[in-house]
């Protein structure tokens, strides 16, 4: 049982050096992709209080409303409410000559959104190209989702910025911290295999 163990042991150098060399690969690829920031805002849901209905059960009521917002966000009809929204100066070529399916996906990856547990708040994030693209579509995107999102959830429910966009001091996509982590584990996976081969056919 420890025949395996001890082999990586005597070949760890080697096996080290493999993953720092596939960590750095890793890193070094993640170069070549475009690169993208974030920009993040905060909508508070409000929810008409009824008389006797407890503060818990708004809270929840708002949480499961961020919940189906959330969902909705990602779809192509938000996606047209968000680029006819008025002059933000968003770059539509990212979206432009390029088949529906594609435009769709496209849309997917540079939103996503979750609900803080427990609460109303509803978390928006966009990603662009530059600093400025990712708030001019997160300021977009906030205020369409304010002044229309009555749309997807009645008018009997308030949506509040309450923090605007802000976006990333730098890039976040590719992540490249985590692609070389990934690499670095898979090369010592690999290393490891490689060695474990070579001394078994010797």
Do not use: C
């Amino acid at each position: 049982m420890n025949y395996p163990w001890s082999i990586i042991k005597k070949r760890s150098r080697l096996i080290l050096i493999g993953g720092v060399i596939i960590g750095l690969l890793a890193g070094g690829v993640s170069f070549f992709f475009p690169r993208y920031y974030r920009a993040d805002a905060q909508i508070l849901i409000l929810p008409n209080s009824q008389a006797g209905v407890d503060p818990y059960t708004i809270a929840k009521s708002a949480e499961r409303i961020g919940s189906n917002v959330a969902e909705v966000l990602p779809s192509n009809d938000f996606f047209q409410k968000v680029m006819t929204q008025g002059d933000y100066g968003i770059d539509k070529s990212h979206f432009a000559n390029v088949s529906e399916r594609v435009k769709r996906k496209r849309w997917r990856e540079t939103i996503s959104s979750s609900v803080s547990f427990g609460t109303g708040i509803l978390n928006v994030s966009l990603y662009g190209r530059s600093q400025s693209q990712a708030i001019a579509l997160a300021r977009a995107s906030v205020d369409a989702l304010v002044t229309r999102g009555w749309e997807y959830i009645g008018k009997d429910v308030v949506l509040k910025v309450v923090n605007d966009p802000v976006a990333t001091r730098w890039p976040v996509r590719p992540n490249i911290p985590v692609n070389m982590a990934l690499g670095f584990f898979v090369g010592l996976v690999g290393a490891a295999l490689v060695v474990l081969k070579r001394e078994r056919r010797e």
